[in-house]
Structures are given as structure tokens and as C-alpha cells.
């Protein structure tokens, strides 16, 4: 298991690594300077500074670092600089030994020379100041030899000594190459600490700074917890050790290394309860106190089950929060544990009985307290905890009906699984709730389904149906088949045909009785059923008895339902302004009866509507007011909330919004995980592929393979986009192979499905490149095998588009420019590029995606230089240039400028300068790019490692990594593929 500063890249600390980067470029250039920075502990101040001089020391500074140590208050006088001045070469020591002020500090100085000098206060004081000043002389001459930081960790601890000579150093900072970078823990040092006057003073010096660290955002902590994991763990234990540990990187690492153990992991409960225990006895019994209710307790709660007298628990409570155990909120009422893992630590240290006993208390105050929003939820907790199991039964219940009416469908569902744990251990719950099991079960699996959990709909539903007899009950019977179906037709892994047998069941037990409210959704959700299955001609009449029997029995949702599958089968047929007045009428009357489901199906079905007709902004109109809705109804998680959430991010980035497209497909670590809610940053692969974020894109392709199998559009998006991005980093053969595996995950789930129409095309693309380059090496057995493998793809995509059933009747602009695309790429497969082909694919793809476009524009140019055109192609890649560069697309601008290079034409407006070339896209780090630039200057990779400080092995490392990232297989390779994208700027040898 790797652990920080071993291993791992730096993550997320880029802004702050920049003003560290900036002070040590100023002290190199004679500024001298210091940094102080300041964060909680775990936070990752160690590894920042390791990374800073690591930095260094590639640079050619001298690094000296020191500790200081927790050894009491006293301390270990000048210990930091004790060990940073023993990091000298020897033949240094040997000199500075020679200064008497100095030599004191120094390894191997005398056990029996006197540390304080003779005589009174004024020659102590004049011996201090001699050592100061030594200390400062030889950091000032080692500094005339070259830049030099000095890193001090730990400052919390310093004793007063070392506080001293920090000061005396710091504020004599003037045009020494140096650097002084101090660490501290800002939760240790609280109003009393003896560094706090030190710091303030500090700080007002103008060659300080003060740096704070804080902990990682939400994505950034999931990004950390999986570089850590490195593979090894399973998504959702990702995300849960991303929540857990609040950002903070020991923690992570803490909660990774030990994921087995249940609770927080021992040795960082023993680091966590170590702040709790050098407190007051009476501020750790209010902490334990605190403990209980939460992360959150209220003033008055403590107030009235603590023990103490109101100035005694003042007291102990601030001794809390100037410890930094508690924090204060806003409101001045609550206090909040400062991590919750603390919190954890302090709960788990409880006695079972002292746990209980408090439990039962708060249960206690907190009944008295009914009909205050939450308090039924805080009730059922205390309850259980406490062994109520009656209380706990009812208080569930009462809190999952006050998260359903706050459109919070997540929590109700956790309330309603803990009443369904609790319903067979409580005697005659029937009686004491008013309610059966059956019904608990159905409401579950409803919320369940919004929740954006389809699998664990699919269980409650199940469950439910085995507890009815359908005999005695058949419209019940028939309901729970229904909303199974349901479910089924919602999850990625539904099962059509488990669909098919279990509403045509349904449809038996209800078939011959009279409308009602069970009979009419079983008719609409067959509708559906047989929709999905292109049995349009049986699904229409079905739809509409539905609606029928909805009305006669006043059910709104069924009705909404039917509506919508009608509309479905208009637009099937192309009767396209039908369906989109159908669809309107359907959100409308579902908005207005709280279908909201239902609502949620009709605003997707509206904007696929006008997205398929290339009215890509009409569509995304559609689609932000459909966003909005969901989440002021609590559906953000449901099956069409995450439908709704995906195609804003595919249509924010056809039309070239993409820094809001990456905003949308931003779920953050607290998402439902499943395969539901990954379509959603599966779509936001587009802009980081077509941005150049190759590493971020490769790491969510990694997250996302497994699922490609199971899921058509996570098959599809993933499948585009790894093709795509193999091609821009040049890699045919990857994009082929890639190509075909993702069109066999895609037949798997849907034959002649629509998505079929790209991912052949961009097949096709890819044995192209791979048939000229084997023309270009003259391998004419090369150039058969691209060529055969290029057509069966093309005989493949042909297919498709003969078979595909449009959602619209008609393929639309979109799958008609990848189909006139696929022709265009078919004649450069066969050494034909054609420019004529090319004209079409730039207008349709002009009807819906400007990126696309411009992809196109660029090949286009090509094709048109080929036939001698030049004026057209110039005209062309400039249009293509625009493009790119107003969406930041780096690889097809890089590929733009290769092409007017290779043309030999200008790109430059004419009468305007030409503009300075901009920097090709870089794959490589600059220690890489470090690496490779002395590979091409012939260095082995022992002169490497000596020249950059770092050690052989290291360096091997650096250069498989770089081979792997241009997909190189020796070192010659990857200097030769470096130099041809411009990625080195040394002159080639020779």
C-alpha cells in the first residue's frame, strides 16, 4: 500500500505548489524569502514540502530539513536546526566546526562543552546572539554557492530557542539565495500557544508569507483515495473512504490501510483520542457527551443531560473549542465535532452501558420535542441505540414520511429499511403502526427507484410480491408484478424478457376485472414493455385503454405514463410535432397531479426529441428547466433525473459549452454509485478527451470499463471516446482494437443500436491511419490487412444503418454525418481521399456540433491539399484553428498547425502577423520531460540519475512511464516520436 510521499503523484495542491515554486524561483534569483505554512494535522504539509524539495534539488538548490519534536514543553533546544546543519558534507562541517558560536549545534560537538556561556544575563544574551548570527553567516555563504532551503517541520513543537533563532533569521532575509519554509499545525496552535506572538510577528515582515493548506474539495479527496488505491479497491469503498476521512490525507490513507476493520482504524483512533485525553476531566465527559448525539449537538441538550453547573460546562466547553475538538456554528447554539472521525474515535471509546444510558436519555428529551422537523429521525436513532425497538419502529416511520414530503427520496428510504429491519422484532406492529409489511415494502422499493438504486428496487418489489397471495388479493398482486416490471425496464440490467413475463402475469390477474387504479398501470407499463421491444403496432393500443382506464378510475400517473409511450410511438413513426405536443401536455398534467416519475420521463423524452432533430439548443433549453425540476423535487438520483442530468452534458458540449458540460457531469463523491448514475461522467469524457486531458480521461475510462458490458450507453460514450483519444496520441492500433471491443459490448446489449453509427466510423478512421502509414513504409502486407479489417468495419456500420430504428422515425443530423463521415474515411482507407466526400460531413455535422466540424474542416484540408486546392484547404484549417482554440481543444489545434506546417502554408489572416505557435500538447511531466531530454543528449541512466539527484532506479521508472505515454518500445523510439510532436526542443544529435 503506498503510502504519502512515496510513490503517489502530488494531488490537488497545484495552486499551492505554484506560490512555493514562485518563492524558491525569487530566492534563486537572489530574493531571499519564507514561507509558513500552516494546516491542520494529516492535512499534508509533509508531503507538500517533500515535493518542494524534490524540486529543489532537481534545480541544484541545497535542501537542509529539520524537525522539531513533541518531547514535552521544554523541547530539544535548536533541534530543527541541529539537524539540518548535520546534513552539511563533511568537508563543510569540518569548516563550520571551526566557529566556535557554531560548533555547539554541530554533530560530534564536546558532551562536556559548556551549552551557555559564563558569566550573567548579559553574557548569555551576547552568546545566543553569537550563535544566531553564525547560523545565519553560514546559511548566507552556502547561499553565495548556490540557492539553499532551509525546511522546517513541525514548528507547533519548537521549543523556545528555536522560536528564536527562526525570528532572528526570518527578519533578516534581504539578498541571500535562500529560502525558509516552516511547517505548523494551525489546530495545535490555539490562543495560549507560545508560537502564536511568534507567528503574528512574522508575518507582518514583507519577505514572509503565510500559506494556508486546506483539506481536499469532494473530488479531489476521491482523486487522492484513488491514486492510494491504485486499482485495489471497489468504487463505492472509494467513495466511502472519500467521505469519511473530510479531505484530510492521513485520514485517507489511515482508513485505506486498514478498510477491513470496522469503526475508525486503531492507530488513528489512538492519534485522535491522544487531543481528547490532555484535557479536563469535565471537558472530556461533555466531549463523550457530545459524542452521542453526533457530529452536531445543540447548547441546551448538553445543557440539560451534562451533570455540570452552567459555569462549569462554559468552561469545559471552551477548553473544547480552543482545542480545536469542537467548532462553534454560525448560530452560536450548536457545536460541531471538527472531524467526524474524531468523533467516531470518542463514541467508540464509550462503555456499552454509559453508550445506552445516553442514548436513552436523549431519547428521552427528544420525545418531548415531537413535531419539530427531524427530530422523529434523531429519535428513531437514540431509540435503537437504546434498545426501544418500538419507539425506534415508529419514530422510522414517522421520519421517512417527513423525508418523502421534503422531497428527499434517499432518506426516506433509509428510514423505511431500518423500520422493515425492525418489523419482525416488534410485537404487533401491524397494530402499532397502522400499517403492514407489504406497504412498507412498496413505499421502499418506490423510493428506492428515485433514489437512482434500481437494484435494490428490484429486491423490495420482489420481496413484496412473495408475501401476497394472489388469490385473495389480485389487484395487489397484479400492482407489485406492475411496478416490478417497472423497475426492470428502469435498471441497465433489466431482463426484457423477465419484463415481458412478469406484466403479462400481471396482465392475467387484472385482465378480466374492471378499471381501476391497478388495472390501469399494469396497461401502461405493458405499453411500455412492448415498446421497448419495438411492438409497436400491439404497445399503441394498449397505451391508449390506458389512459382510458386511467380516467375512469382518476389515476393521473398511469394516464401521464400512457401519454408518454403514445407520444414515444408518434416520434417512432416520424410524426415528430404529435409526439413533442403530446410530451408537453404529459409533463404538464404529471407536474400538476405529482406524478413526479412520470414528469421526470417526459422532460428526457421532450428534449431527446429535439435533440435528435439537431435543435441541439431547443433540446438544452429543455434540458436545464428539467434539471432544475428534479432537483426541486428531490429526483436528482432517479433513472430519468440522471437521463436528464447525461444529455445536458452531452448537449452543453455539441454546442460548445464546455466548461459548463464538465460542470454537469461533475456528480462529486457523494453520488449514488451504479451504473444509473455513471452515464452521467461517462459524458463528460467527450470535452476531457477532446480537451487533451488524457490522464483524467484514461483514470475514468479505468473506473468505467467494467461496466461498458453492462450498460449500452456507458458502452457507446466510453467506447467513442477511448478511440478518439488513442487517436490523437497517435496510437491506430489501440484505436482499432478499442473500436471493435467496444462495438461487441454494444451488439451484446442492443443489436443495429444507433451508437453503433460512431463507434464503426471512428473504426474506420482508425484502420485509415493505419493503411497510410503502411503505404508510407511501402509494407503492402500492411496495408491488406488494414484495408480488410477497414472494409469489414464499413460492411459493418452499412448494416446498422439499414437496421437502425431511429428514435424519430428518420437517423437524424447526427447519425447521418457519422455515416457520411464513415464514406469519407472509407476512400482515405482505400488511398482515395476524395474532397468531395469530405463537403457533406462538414454540413451535417455543422447542424449539431461545432467541435465535430472543425474535426472534419481539418481532415477536409487534407483531402483538398492532396487535390492541389490550396487556397480552399487554407480556408479550411483556419475556420478548424478557430474552433479549436475558442473551445481549448488542444489536440485538433496541434494537428491543425501539423498540417499547415506539413502544407507549408500560413495560417496567419492575411495582412496579420503570423501568431507565435502554441506549445503542443504535452502528455509529459516535467521530471519526464526532464528524463527524456538527457536520453536524447545520450546520458545513461546513472549520469541521469546523478545529474537530477534522484536515484537509478527512480529514473528507470520516469522512462517507462514515458515509453508507456507515447506509446514507444526502446528509448530511441521515444525520443524519435518526442521530436516529431514537438514535444523536445533540444537539437536533434548531429
Given at each position: 500500500?503506498?503510502?504519502?510521499?512515496?510513490?503517489?503523484?502530488?494531488?490537488?495542491?497545484?495552486?499551492?505548489?505554484?506560490?512555493?515554486?514562485?518563492?524558491?524561483?525569487?530566492?534563486?534569483?537572489?530574493?531571499?524569502?519564507?514561507?509558513?505554512?500552516?494546516?491542520?494535522?494529516?492535512?499534508?504539509?509533509?508531503?507538500?514540502?517533500?515535493?518542494?524539495?524534490?524540486?529543489?534539488?532537481?534545480?541544484?538548490?541545497?535542501?537542509?530539513?529539520?524537525?522539531?519534536?513533541?518531547?514535552?514543553?521544554?523541547?530539544?533546544?535548536?533541534?530543527?536546526?541541529?539537524?539540518?546543519?548535520?546534513?552539511?558534507?563533511?568537508?563543510?562541517?569540518?569548516?563550520?566546526?571551526?566557529?566556535?558560536?557554531?560548533?555547539?549545534?554541530?554533530?560530534?560537538?564536546?558532551?562536556?562543552?559548556?551549552?551557555?556561556?559564563?558569566?550573567?544575563?548579559?553574557?548569555?544574551?551576547?552568546?545566543?546572539?553569537?550563535?544566531?548570527?553564525?547560523?545565519?553567516?553560514?546559511?548566507?555563504?552556502?547561499?553565495?554557492?548556490?540557492?539553499?532551503?532551509?525546511?522546517?517541520?513541525?514548528?507547533?513543537?519548537?521549543?523556545?530557542?528555536?522560536?528564536?533563532?527562526?525570528?532572528?533569521?526570518?527578519?533578516?532575509?534581504?539578498?541571500?539565495?535562500?529560502?525558509?519554509?516552516?511547517?505548523?499545525?494551525?489546530?495545535?496552535?490555539?490562543?495560549?500557544?507560545?508560537?502564536?506572538?511568534?507567528?503574528?510577528?512574522?508575518?507582518?515582515?514583507?519577505?514572509?508569507?503565510?500559506?494556508?493548506?486546506?483539506?481536499?474539495?469532494?473530488?479531489?479527496?476521491?482523486?487522492?483515495?484513488?491514486?492510494?488505491?491504485?486499482?485495489?479497491?471497489?468504487?463505492?469503498?472509494?467513495?466511502?473512504?472519500?467521505?469519511?476521512?473530510?479531505?484530510?490525507?492521513?485520514?485517507?490513507?489511515?482508513?485505506?490501510?486498514?478498510?477491513?476493520?470496522?469503526?475508525?482504524?486503531?492507530?488513528?483512533?489512538?492519534?485522535?483520542?491522544?487531543?481528547?485525553?490532555?484535557?479536563?476531566?469535565?471537558?472530556?465527559?461533555?466531549?463523550?457527551?457530545?459524542?452521542?448525539?453526533?457530529?452536531?449537538?445543540?447548547?441546551?441538550?448538553?445543557?440539560?443531560?451534562?451533570?455540570?453547573?452552567?459555569?462549569?460546562?462554559?468552561?469545559?466547553?471552551?477548553?473544547?473549542?480552543?482545542?480545536?475538538?469542537?467548532?462553534?456554528?454560525?448560530?452560536?447554539?450548536?457545536?460541531?465535532?471538527?472531524?467526524?472521525?474524531?468523533?467516531?474515535?470518542?463514541?467508540?471509546?464509550?462503555?456499552?452501558?454509559?453508550?445506552?444510558?445516553?442514548?436513552?436519555?436523549?431519547?428521552?428529551?427528544?420525545?418531548?420535542?415531537?413535531?419539530?422537523?427531524?427530530?422523529?429521525?434523531?429519535?428513531?436513532?437514540?431509540?435503537?441505540?437504546?434498545?426501544?425497538?418500538?419507539?425506534?419502529?415508529?419514530?422510522?416511520?414517522?421520519?421517512?414520511?417527513?423525508?418523502?414530503?421534503?422531497?428527499?427520496?434517499?432518506?426516506?428510504?433509509?428510514?423505511?429499511?431500518?423500520?422493515?429491519?425492525?418489523?419482525?422484532?416488534?410485537?404487533?406492529?401491524?397494530?402499532?403502526?397502522?400499517?403492514?409489511?407489504?406497504?412498507?415494502?412498496?413505499?421502499?422499493?418506490?423510493?428506492?427507484?428515485?433514489?437512482?438504486?434500481?437494484?435494490?428496487?428490484?429486491?423490495?418489489?420482489?420481496?413484496?410480491?412473495?408475501?401476497?397471495?394472489?388469490?385473495?388479493?389480485?389487484?395487489?398482486?397484479?400492482?407489485?408484478?406492475?411496478?416490478?416490471?417497472?423497475?426492470?425496464?428502469?435498471?441497465?440490467?433489466?431482463?426484457?424478457?423477465?419484463?415481458?413475463?412478469?406484466?403479462?402475469?400481471?396482465?392475467?390477474?387484472?385482465?378480466?376485472?374492471?378499471?381501476?387504479?391497478?388495472?390501469?398501470?399494469?396497461?401502461?407499463?405493458?405499453?411500455?414493455?412492448?415498446?421497448?421491444?419495438?411492438?409497436?403496432?400491439?404497445?399503441?393500443?394498449?397505451?391508449?385503454?390506458?389512459?382510458?382506464?386511467?380516467?375512469?378510475?382518476?389515476?393521473?400517473?398511469?394516464?401521464?405514463?400512457?401519454?408518454?409511450?403514445?407520444?414515444?410511438?408518434?416520434?417512432?413513426?416520424?410524426?415528430?410535432?404529435?409526439?413533442?405536443?403530446?410530451?408537453?401536455?404529459?409533463?404538464?398534467?404529471?407536474?400538476?397531479?405529482?406524478?413526479?416519475?412520470?414528469?421526470?420521463?417526459?422532460?428526457?423524452?421532450?428534449?431527446?426529441?429535439?435533440?435528435?432533430?439537431?435543435?441541439?439548443?431547443?433540446?438544452?433549453?429543455?434540458?436545464?428547466?428539467?434539471?432544475?425540476?428534479?432537483?426541486?423535487?428531490?429526483?436528482?438520483?432517479?433513472?430519468?433525473?440522471?437521463?436528464?442530468?447525461?444529455?445536458?452534458?452531452?448537449?452543453?458540449?455539441?454546442?460548445?459549452?464546455?466548461?459548463?458540460?464538465?460542470?454537469?457531469?461533475?456528480?462529486?463523491?457523494?453520488?449514488?454509485?451504479?451504473?444509473?448514475?455513471?452515464?452521467?461522467?461517462?459524458?463528460?469524457?467527450?470535452?476531457?478527451?477532446?480537451?487533451?486531458?488524457?490522464?483524467?480521461?484514461?483514470?475514468?475510462?479505468?473506473?468505467?470499463?467494467?461496466?461498458?458490458?453492462?450498460?449500452?450507453?456507458?458502452?457507446?460514450?466510453?467506447?467513442?471516446?477511448?478511440?478518439?483519444?488513442?487517436?490523437?496520441?497517435?496510437?491506430?492500433?489501440?484505436?482499432?482494437?478499442?473500436?471493435?471491443?467496444?462495438?461487441?459490448?454494444?451488439?451484446?446489449?442492443?443489436?443495429?443500436?444507433?451508437?453503433?453509427?460512431?463507434?464503426?466510423?471512428?473504426?474506420?478512421?482508425?484502420?485509415?491511419?493505419?493503411?497510410?502509414?503502411?503505404?508510407?513504409?511501402?509494407?503492402?502486407?500492411?496495408?491488406?490487412?488494414?484495408?480488410?479489417?477497414?472494409?469489414?468495419?464499413?460492411?459493418?456500420?452499412?448494416?446498422?444503418?439499414?437496421?437502425?430504428?431511429?428514435?424519430?422515425?428518420?437517423?437524424?443530423?447526427?447519425?447521418?454525418?457519422?455515416?457520411?463521415?464513415?464514406?469519407?474515411?472509407?476512400?482515405?482507407?482505400?488511398?482515395?481521399?476524395?474532397?468531395?466526400?469530405?463537403?457533406?460531413?462538414?454540413?451535417?455535422?455543422?447542424?449539431?456540433?461545432?467541435?465535430?466540424?472543425?474535426?472534419?474542416?481539418?481532415?477536409?484540408?487534407?483531402?483538398?491539399?492532396?487535390?492541389?486546392?490550396?487556397?480552399?484547404?487554407?480556408?479550411?484549417?483556419?475556420?478548424?484553428?478557430?474552433?479549436?482554440?475558442?473551445?481549448?481543444?488542444?489536440?485538433?489545434?496541434?494537428?491543425?498547425?501539423?498540417?499547415?506546417?506539413?502544407?507549408?502554408?500560413?495560417?496567419?489572416?492575411?495582412?496579420?502577423?503570423?501568431?507565435?505557435?502554441?506549445q503542443a500538447l504535452d502528455p509529459l511531466t516535467p521530471r519526464e520531460r526532464a528524463v527524456l531530454d538527457?536520453?536524447?543528449?545520450?546520458?545513461?541512466?546513472?549520469?541521469?540519475?546523478?545529474?537530477?539527484?534522484?536515484?537509478?532506479?527512480?529514473?528507470?521508472?520516469?522512462?517507462?512511464?514515458?515509453?508507456?505515454?507515447?506509446?514507444?518500445?526502446?528509448?530511441?523510439?521515444?525520443?524519435?516520436?518526442?521530436?516529431?510532436?514537438d514535444l523536445l526542443v533540444t537539437a536533434k544529435a548531429g
Amino acid at each position: 500500500m503506498p503510502r504519502l510521499g512515496s510513490g503517489i503523484p502530488l494531488v490537488a495542491r497545484r495552486d499551492e505548489m505554484r506560490v512555493l515554486r514562485q518563492a524558491l524561483d525569487r530566492a534563486r534569483a537572489g530574493t531571499a524569502g519564507a514561507v509558513l505554512v500552516a494546516g491542520e494535522a494529516g492535512v499534508g504539509k509533509s508531503r507538500l514540502l517533500d515535493e518542494l524539495s524534490e524540486i529543489a534539488r532537481a534545480d541544484g538548490a541545497r535542501v537542509l530539513t529539520g524537525r522539531c519534536l513533541d518531547v514535552g514543553q521544554a523541547g530539544l533546544p535548536y533541534l530543527p536546526f541541529v539537524e539540518a546543519l548535520g546534513q552539511l558534507p563533511e568537508e563543510v562541517l569540518a569548516e563550520v566546526r571551526s566557529r566556535p558560536a557554531l560548533a555547539r549545534l554541530l554533530p560530534g560537538a564536546a558532551d562536556d562543552e559548556p551549552l551557555e556561556p559564563p558569566g550573567g544575563r548579559g553574557g548569555e544574551d551576547m552568546g545566543q546572539l553569537q550563535l544566531f548570527e553564525a547560523v545565519r553567516r553560514v546559511l548566507t555563504e552556502l547561499s553565495h554557492e548556490g540557492c539553499v532551503l532551509l525546511a522546517l517541520e513541525d514548528l507547533h513543537w519548537a521549543d523556545a530557542s528555536t522560536r528564536y533563532l527562526l525570528s532572528f533569521l526570518v527578519s533578516r532575509l534581504r539578498g541571500q539565495r535562500l529560502l525558509v519554509v516552516a511547517t505548523y499545525r494551525s489546530d495545535d496552535v490555539h490562543r495560549t500557544h507560545p508560537l502564536r506572538p511568534v507567528l503574528a510577528e512574522l508575518v507582518r515582515l514583507p519577505a514572509v508569507e503565510r500559506l494556508d493548506l486546506r483539506p481536499f474539495g469532494p473530488a479531489q479527496t476521491l482523486e487522492f483515495v484513488r491514486a492510494l488505491a491504485d486499482e485495489t479497491l471497489p468504487d463505492d469503498v472509494e467513495r466511502e473512504i472519500a467521505r469519511r476521512c473530510e479531505g484530510i490525507p492521513f485520514f485517507a490513507e489511515e482508513l485505506l490501510a486498514a478498510c477491513a476493520e470496522c469503526g475508525v482504524p486503531t492507530a488513528l483512533a489512538d492519534v485522535l483520542l491522544a487531543r481528547i485525553e490532555r484535557l479536563s476531566p469535565p471537558a472530556q465527559r461533555v466531549i463523550r457527551l457530545a459524542s452521542v448525539a453526533g457530529r452536531i449537538v445543540c447548547h441546551h441538550r448538553l445543557r440539560a443531560l451534562s451533570d455540570l453547573e452552567d459555569a462549569a460546562l462554559d468552561e469545559a466547553l471552551r477548553e473544547a473549542v480552543t482545542h480545536h475538538v469542537l467548532v462553534l456554528d454560525a448560530s452560536g447554539d450548536h457545536y460541531r465535532f471538527r472531524h467526524s472521525l474524531l468523533r467516531e474515535a470518542v463514541y467508540a471509546d464509550l462503555l456499552p452501558g454509559e453508550r445506552a444510558r445516553w442514548h436513552a436519555a436523549y431519547a428521552g428529551l427528544l420525545a418531548r420535542e415531537e413535531g419539530v422537523r427531524g427530530v422523529a429521525a434523531e429519535l428513531a436513532h437514540h431509540s435503537m441505540e437504546s434498545h426501544d425497538l418500538t419507539t425506534a419502529l415508529t419514530a422510522s416511520l414517522r421520519a421517512a414520511t417527513e423525508a418523502a414530503r421534503g422531497c428527499a427520496p434517499a432518506e426516506a428510504l433509509r428510514h423505511l429499511e431500518r423500520a422493515l429491519k425492525l418489523w419482525r422484532r416488534v410485537p404487533d406492529a401491524e397494530e402499532v403502526t397502522g400499517t403492514d409489511e407489504v406497504a412498507l415494502l412498496r413505499r421502499a422499493a418506490y423510493h428506492a427507484g428515485v433514489s437512482g438504486e434500481p437494484e435494490r428496487a428490484l429486491a423490495l418489489a420482489r420481496a413484496a410480491i412473495d408475501l401476497v397471495d394472489e388469490r385473495s388479493d389480485p389487484e395487489l398482486a397484479a400492482d407489485l408484478r406492475r411496478r416490478y416490471a417497472q423497475e426492470v425496464l428502469a435498471s441497465p440490467e433489466g431482463r426484457p424478457a423477465h419484463a415481458v413475463d412478469m406484466i403479462e402475469h400481471a396482465w392475467r390477474l387484472v385482465e378480466d376485472r374492471p378499471a381501476s387504479s391497478a388495472r390501469a398501470w399494469v396497461l401502461a407499463v405493458r405499453a411500455r414493455v412492448l415498446c421497448s421491444l419495438y411492438a409497436d403496432e400491439v404497445a399503441r393500443p394498449l397505451a391508449e385503454s390506458a389512459v382510458l382506464d386511467a380516467r375512469a378510475s382518476g389515476v393521473a400517473g398511469a394516464e401521464v405514463d400512457a401519454l408518454i409511450t403514445l407520444a414515444v410511438l408518434d416520434q417512432c413513426r416520424g410524426d415528430v410535432d404529435a409526439a413533442c405536443e403530446r410530451l408537453v401536455v404529459a409533463r404538464d398534467r404529471a407536474a400538476e397531479t405529482g406524478a413526479w416519475s412520470v414528469e421526470l420521463r417526459a422532460w428526457f423524452n421532450l428534449a431527446a426529441n429535439r435533440y435528435e432533430q439537431g435543435r441541439v439548443a431547443e433540446a438544452l433549453a429543455v434540458l436545464e428547466e428539467g434539471v432544475r425540476r428534479a432537483e426541486s423535487i428531490g429526483m436528482v438520483w432517479s433513472n430519468y433525473g440522471l437521463e436528464v442530468r447525461g444529455l445536458l452534458v452531452v448537449a452543453r458540449y455539441a454546442l460548445g459549452d464546455w466548461d459548463g458540460s464538465v460542470a454537469a457531469a461533475e456528480l462529486g463523491p457523494d453520488s449514488v454509485p451504479g451504473i444509473v448514475s455513471a452515464r452521467v461522467p461517462a459524458s463528460g469524457l467527450y470535452v476531457k478527451v477532446a480537451r487533451g486531458e488524457f490522464e483524467a480521461a484514461g483514470e475514468l475510462l479505468r473506473q468505467l470499463r467494467p461496466l461498458a458490458p453492462r450498460d449500452l450507453h456507458v458502452a457507446s460514450i466510453t467506447g467513442a471516446c477511448g478511440v478518439e483519444m488513442a487517436l490523437w496520441r497517435d496510437r491506430p492500433r489501440d484505436a482499432a482494437r478499442r473500436a471493435v471491443e467496444a462495438l461487441q459490448n454494444v451488439d451484446g446489449l442492443q443489436e443495429n443500436a444507433a451508437a453503433g453509427l460512431r463507434l464503426a466510423a471512428m473504426g474506420v478512421t482508425a484502420y485509415a491511419e493505419l493503411a497510410r502509414r503502411a503505404r508510407q513504409r511501402r509494407d503492402c502486407a500492411g496495408e491488406r490487412s488494414a484495408v480488410a479489417e477497414g472494409e469489414e468495419m464499413m460492411t459493418r456500420l452499412r448494416r446498422v444503418a439499414e437496421r437502425v430504428r431511429p428514435r424519430i422515425g428518420m437517423l437524424g443530423p447526427e447519425g447521418r454525418a457519422w455515416i457520411a463521415r464513415a464514406e469519407a474515411e472509407f476512400g482515405r482507407l482505400l488511398g482515395r481521399d476524395r474532397p468531395e466526400a469530405w463537403r457533406p460531413v462538414v454540413e451535417l455535422f455543422g447542424e449539431y456540433n461545432g467541435y465535430l466540424q472543425a474535426v472534419a474542416r481539418w481532415r477536409w484540408a487534407s483531402a483538398l491539399f492532396g487535390a492541389g486546392d490550396r487556397e480552399e484547404g487554407v480556408r479550411q484549417l483556419r475556420l478548424a484553428l478557430d474552433t479549436a482554440e475558442e473551445l481549448r481543444a488542444v489536440p485538433l489545434a496541434d494537428a491543425v498547425r501539423a498540417l499547415a506546417r506539413r502544407a507549408r502554408v500560413s495560417l496567419a489572416q492575411p495582412g496579420s502577423e503570423e501568431p507565435e505557435p502554441r506549445q503542443a500538447l504535452d502528455p509529459l511531466t516535467p521530471r519526464e520531460r526532464a528524463v527524456l531530454d538527457l536520453v536524447a543528449q545520450g546520458r545513461t541512466n546513472r549520469q541521469i540519475g546523478d545529474e537530477l539527484y534522484i536515484s537509478e532506479k527512480t529514473v528507470s521508472v520516469h522512462l517507462s512511464r514515458v515509453m508507456a505515454k507515447l506509446g514507444a518500445t526502446s528509448r530511441a523510439e521515444a525520443v524519435a516520436l518526442a521530436y516529431d510532436r514537438d514535444l523536445l526542443v533540444t537539437a536533434k544529435a548531429g
